[in-house]
């Protein structure tokens, strides 16, 4: 996977995607709670591989659209935080 430079968060895409539809209509349809659509939307939450399922059938798109857009924002997220260095791992004779 090809690191992009601060991604932004799968809910802001997600967010023009349904944009005309209520928060409400669109959780219904997926099968989910309001809350945790509004959570996606808001920033709060990530999309799981569930829900990138649910999303690909309802918009028409590939199951690993949505997951690869989260993997993407998280994997900058963790790259962006101060951590201690791992050192390699010494074979084992």
């Not at 991604?7 to 209520?22: A, F, K, N, V």
Request: glycine share 6%; net charge positive.
């Amino acid at each position: 996977m090809t690191a992009m430079h601060n991604p932004p968060h799968p809910g802001r895409i997600l967010r023009q995607w349904i944009e005309g539809r209520s928060v409400t209509e669109v959780a219904h349809h997926l099968g989910v709670s309001r809350v945790a659509l509004s959570r996606v939307l808001n920033e709060q939450a990530g999309i799981s591989a569930e829900m990138s399922l649910r999303l690909s059938e309802a918009l028409g798109t590939s199951p690993d659209f949505w997951f690869k857009m989260q993997t993407q924002f998280d994997f900058w997220q963790a790259s962006r935080k101060k951590r201690r260095k791992v050192p390699p791992l010494k074979n084992v004779a």
